[in-house]
């Protein structure tokens, strides 16, 4: 165990403790139906991830709790995403078939006028 390696997976956990923030609030913003960019997020997980494997196997195991972790957020999140973008989808269907009611009485009343007069 070397004093660079401990203060890398002491940087790492502090790294992933910061991304477990940003999750939190990113599951907000979808709470509140703003859109999320997850590129970055992604990107600095893969960066943490990458450098967790370099870390002897006794350095890289506290960090474990603090992963697991942020995979149950990520979980989370994830599942959020998905029920905001379901009840999207709803409201498109809604939406649509409510067009399409309101076009077919437009096109039905225009033709009892034609056909009264």
């Given at each position: 165990?070397?004093?660079?390696?401990?203060?890398?997976?002491?940087?790492?956990k502090t790294d992933?403790?910061?991304?477990?923030?940003?999750?939190?609030?990113?599951?907000?913003?979808?709470?509140?139906?703003?859109?999320?960019?997850?590129?970055?997020?992604?990107?600095?997980?893969?960066?943490?991830?990458?450098?967790?494997?370099?870390?002897?196997?006794?350095?890289?195991?506290?960090?474990r709790p603090v992963?697991?972790?942020?995979?149950?957020?990520?979980?989370?999140?994830?599942?959020?995403?998905?029920?905001?973008?379901?009840?999207?989808?709803?409201?498109?269907?809604?939406?649509?078939?409510?067009?399409?009611?309101?076009?077919?009485?437009?096109?039905?009343?225009?033709?009892?006028?034609?056909?009264?007069?």
């Amino acid at each position: 165990m070397t004093e660079l390696s401990t203060t890398m997976a002491a940087d790492l956990k502090t790294d992933l403790q910061g991304l477990g923030a940003i999750v939190i609030a990113a599951r907000g913003f979808v709470a509140d139906g703003k859109v999320v960019d997850l590129a970055p997020l992604e990107q600095e997980i893969k960066r943490i991830c990458d450098s967790i494997t370099e870390l002897p196997a006794d350095q890289n195991a506290p960090l474990r709790p603090v992963m697991v972790a942020l995979i149950d957020d990520l979980e989370k999140l994830a599942a959020e995403i998905r029920d905001t973008h379901s009840e999207l989808e709803d409201q498109l269907q809604s939406f649509s078939n409510h067009t399409t009611a309101v076009a077919a009485y437009a096109k039905g009343g225009s033709t009892r006028k034609r056909n009264k007069g």
